[in-house]
């Protein structure tokens, strides 16, 4: 018989016009020869039940979630991954014969594109510039993955400190908030620098973050979660140090590969997702 209905998957944010997830998960359906949809839907706030509601109504393999909804949506989840638990955010539902399970793949993302470039966490000291939605994700899961200690650069005391004692309360990695004063030095024992702040994305490309640059050694890996573009002057900067870089990119197809195959059950075919990613931008 033939088949005329199609898979669903998609994104519910607000705004979400801008959203490229799209172009990279459809790449990819058709690359594997699947008859899967994404969609890139508007959802306002206070529609987040009705829509999670339509999750299971139209029977979707599953869902993004991106802002302004990553944390409001668990109340209308079923059952949510440990790593989603200690984020306290979601950015994948997976729909199931009516249940909806709650994915945290944004710092799963990093750590998986972290690894394809040859780093491994296990006993490693880590030291995250910022401690928004993004960095929170990279903290947690590089704790989860073995890191010894992950240092907090926050520019704002309270959210930095928070971040930090969850690490220190929810996860077996010690870490610790450092104020974020001008020119700040990086703690010299940091095996792997992370910029996870929002600062140096399109259009304000000529900001990098306020570091200390001479403190950033050749034997540090330097990461940034920007990915427009993806050589930032923060990465540039590092590479002039001799440090190894690894750019924004490698997480976002990285995570858009780990909820494809959330949905689809198959191997995400990677190349073909970054290079619809690397057109777009
Ligand atoms: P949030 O708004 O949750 O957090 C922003 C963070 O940046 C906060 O820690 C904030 O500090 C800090 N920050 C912003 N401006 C400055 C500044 N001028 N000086 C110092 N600190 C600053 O955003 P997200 O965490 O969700 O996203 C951060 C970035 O990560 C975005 O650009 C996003 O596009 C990118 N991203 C990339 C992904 C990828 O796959 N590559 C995935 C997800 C996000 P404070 O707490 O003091 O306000």
Not at 115 to 129: P, S
Not at 186 to 211: A, Q
Not at 216 to 242: E, H, S, W, Y
């Amino acid at each position: 018989m033939k088949n005329y209905r199609a898979e669903l998957t998609g994104v519910f944010g607000d705004p979400v016009d801008d959203n490229p997830t799209g172009v990279v998960e459809e790449a990819a359906f058709a690359a594997k020869n699947l008859n899967y949809r994404y969609l890139t839907i508007k959802v306002r706030p206070e529609d987040l039940e009705t829509a999670m509601n339509s999750v299971r109504i139209f029977d979707m393999r599953g869902i993004n979630l991106t802002m302004p909804h990553k944390i409001k949506v668990i109340p209308y989840l079923d059952e949510l991954s440990p790593a989603a638990e200690i984020i306290g955010a979601v950015n994948t539902v997976i729909q199931k014969d009516g249940r909806l399970y709650g994915e945290n793949t944004d710092g799963k993302g990093f750590v998986t594109a972290l690894k394809a470039f040859g780093e491994t966490l296990e006993n490693k000291t880590v030291t995250i510039l910022g401690a928004g939605g993004a960095a929170r994700a990279i903290a947690v899961e590089c704790a989860l993955n073995g890191a010894r200690q992950i240092h907090i650069i926050n520019r704002s005391q309270e959210k930095g400190m928070e971040l930090a004692a969850l690490i220190r309360s929810r996860t077996k990695s010690d870490s610790a908030y450092i104020p974020w004063t001008r020119n700040i030095v990086i703690p010299e024992d940091t095996d792997i620098l992370i910029n996870g702040t929002s600062i140096g994305f399109s259009p304000n490309v000529t900001e990098k973050p306020d570091v200390d640059y001479t403190s950033i050694r050749p034997n540090m890996c330097v990461c940034d979660v920007i990915f427009n573009p993806c050589d930032t002057l923060f990465l540039k900067a590092a590479q002039k140090n001799g440090a190894k870089t690894v750019n924004g990119l490698g997480m976002l197809v990285q995570q858009a590969a780990l909820n494809f195959t959330l949905w689809t059950g198959e191997e995400a075919p990677v190349e073909v997702m970054e290079e619809a990613l690397r057109k777009e931008f």
